[in-house]
Nanobody, 119 residues
């Protein structure tokens, strides 16, 4: 069974940086598309960034130029480098994976890691 575990969240001041990590197990990691999402209580999850098995990337307009998604297939890890953090970046951040040969409706999700940006 696939398992995704996020880490690296915490409390930072506006303008600061955090690096989130997501460790995947139970899969052949390199063939799967990976993504980061975030969620504020009472709202639906929002796509933040995606990186495909071919390392094509895309970002939400709100984070372009500030966040970078990357992957290390040898370590079964995906990362989200977050720079120039803003108050509105505060959310629970989730890692997701689309299993090879399936659609995003079958994505697996991690438990989330809290990111809080303070003034």
């Amino acid at each position: 069974q696939v398992q995704l575990v996020e880490s690296g969240g915490g409390l930072v001041q506006a303008g600061g940086s955090l690096r989130l990590s997501c460790a995947a197990s139970g899969v052949i990691f390199s063939i799967n598309d990976m993504s980061w999402h975030r969620q504020v209580p009472g709202k639906q999850r929002e796509l933040v960034a995606v990186i495909t098995s071919q390392r094509r990337t895309d970002y939400a307009d709100s984070v372009k130029g500030r966040f970078t998604i990357s992957r290390d297939n040898a370590k079964n890890m995906v990362y989200l480098q977050m720079n120039s953090l803003k108050l509105e970046d505060t959310a629970v951040y989730y890692c997701a994976m689309r299993p090879y040969g399936t659609t995003w409706s079958r994505a697996s999700w991690g438990q989330g890691t809290q990111v809080t940006v303070s003034s």
